[in-house]
């Protein structure tokens, strides 16, 4: 009888342990869920809610970690809907600088430039978000693109004769948005400083 009485406390321990997991268990079983998983990923990107290029078994040629990655990113194409859609330029820039990221290319060694030269209201996607809902009566979809992208470590500039075109007031431009004269004197002395052009 005496036996049975010492072990009944302990049995009760023991099963009690098995029956309330511990926080660090809890933790572990949080992070494994679908969603737990895919905002840890995403708060791994370089853009945070933009992919990376898929897995391609035995690629050739992925970005390499040793070199200095200068790219003059020309955007002189719009979305079919500026007001409705981000465009596509800048998402498929936000693609390739997760990819970078993922392959090992560090933020240092990503010197990217965006230069927006559109011949069209495109062009507008440059404001603020203040002025281009005063102008079109929309949030403009873009800005919080912009944004990722430079706090990624990407340069945003502006053809100065396009804003001229456009008549835009400097006080409604994008803060994030450096005005140069002209699309193709910064172009030429980009790749004077070995930039390679790309986009549109």
């Given at each position: 009888m005496k036996a049975t009485v010492l072990l009944t406390p302990v049995l009760a321990t023991l099963v009690f342990s098995f029956a309330v997991p511990s926080p660090a268990h809890a933790a572990a079983a949080a992070a494994a869920t679908p969603a737990a998983a895919t905002a840890a990923a995403d708060d791994a990107l370089a853009v945070p809610?933009?992919?990376?290029?898929?897995?391609?078994?035995?690629?050739?040629?992925?970005?390499?970690?040793k070199l200095d990655y200068k790219i003059a990113w020309g955007i002189g194409q719009g979305a079919k809907d500026m007001t409705a859609a981000v465009n596509p330029g800048l998402e498929t820039l936000a693609r390739y600088v997760n990819t970078l990221a993922k392959w090992g290319v560090p933020k240092e060694k990503r010197h990217l430039i965006v230069m927006f030269h559109q011949r069209s209201p495109d062009f507008d996607i440059i404001m603020t978000n203040e002025a281009f809902k005063a102008k079109h009566g929309k949030d403009n979809p873009n800005v919080p693109l912009i944004a990722a992208l430079k706090?990624?470590?990407?340069?945003?500039?502006?053809?100065?004769?396009?804003?001229?075109?456009?008549?835009?007031?400097?006080?409604?431009?994008?803060?994030?948005?450096?005005v140069d004269l002209w699309a193709m004197t910064t172009f030429f002395n980009l790749q004077m400083k070995g930039f390679v052009r790309a986009g549109n």
């Open positions: 809610g933009y992919p990376v290029a898929r897995e391609v078994p035995n690629a050739h040629e992925l970005p390499d970690p706090k990624a470590g990407v340069e945003f500039r502006a053809c100065g004769q396009a804003v001229v075109g456009r008549k835009l007031e400097a006080k409604d431009i994008n803060p994030d948005v450096q």
